[in-house]
């Protein structure tokens, strides 16, 4: 089945460091591919999306490019902020329409970034 | 404004004791889904629906109910609920089921 994998956390940057976290995903088909963020006590918030090979999302300074050829969506940003400090989640949809799990929403494991001043 | 609701948001309860988690959104979505969120897990799907009076398991539907009798709301029950079902429950609801999901603040539940 489809399957989502992030690098282990927790990260901690200090104010103005580049962020990356990894993400990587196994799907079948052409999957669109989400992050979302959980700032603490939250509910998750759409960060950026792409819905196909080689778009890049980006919102709030940060990016992430759809790679088939790595099946990779990377999430970076080139100056962190403490306002950061949350719980980022990658996800991907399926991508075949009709199929049981269209629509569903497979996460990966959540990556804590911690910012400090 | 816009939003998907969730309650109770905090809920302590024992072994057993029957309890439903509400979830209304205002958008007029088609698409709506329960998640549950595990440290070192991510969030799992537990059900979805893709519209009124049509609901479908996702990949943890045991011990939980739904229903979707309105457009706008999407009740999780737990009938006999286990210690293994404390966890943080996240509703979504999407306008189509290929289109962004929205998530509500989510139900912190422990179970005794």
């Known amino acids: 089945g489809d399957s989502v994998t992030q690098m282990e956390g927790p990260v901690t940057l200090s104010e103005e460091a580049f962020l990356t976290i990894n993400c990587t995903y196994t799907a079948t088909g052409y999957p669109s591919l989400f992050w979302y963020v959980q700032y603490p006590g939250e509910g998750l918030q759409l960060l950026l999306k792409a819905t196909k090979a080689d778009d890049k999302g980006s919102n709030k300074g940060f990016e992430a490019t759809y790679r088939k050829e790595t099946t990779s969506f990377h999430l970076e940003k080139g100056s962190v902020q403490v306002s950061d400090s949350a719980v980022y989640f990658c996800?991907?949809?399926?991508?075949?329409?009709?199929?049981?799990?269209?629509?569903?929403?497979?996460f990966g494991q959540g990556t804590i970034l911690t910012v400090h001043p | 404004e816009a939003q998907v609701t969730q309650n109770p948001r905090y809920l302590i309860t024992v072994t057993g004791k029957k309890l439903t988690v509400t979830c209304s959104q205002n958008m007029n979505h088609e698409y709506m889904s329960w998640y549950r969120q595990d440290p070192g897990l991510g969030l799992r799907q537990i059900y979805y629906s893709m519209n009124v009076e049509v609901t479908d398991k996702g990949d943890v539907p045991e011990g939980y109910k739904v229903s979707r009798k309105e457009k706008r709301n999407f009740p999780l029950i737990l009938e006999s609920p286990s210690p293994n079902q404390t966890s943080l429950y996240f509703c979504?609801?999407?306008?189509?089921?290929?289109?962004?999901?929205?998530f509500g603040p989510g139900t912190r539940l422990l179970v005794l």
């Open positions: 979504a609801s999407s306008l189509m089921i290929q289109e962004t999901q929205y």
């Open positions: 996800a991907l949809r399926a991508g075949t329409a009709g199929g049981t799990s269209y629509g569903k929403l497979t």
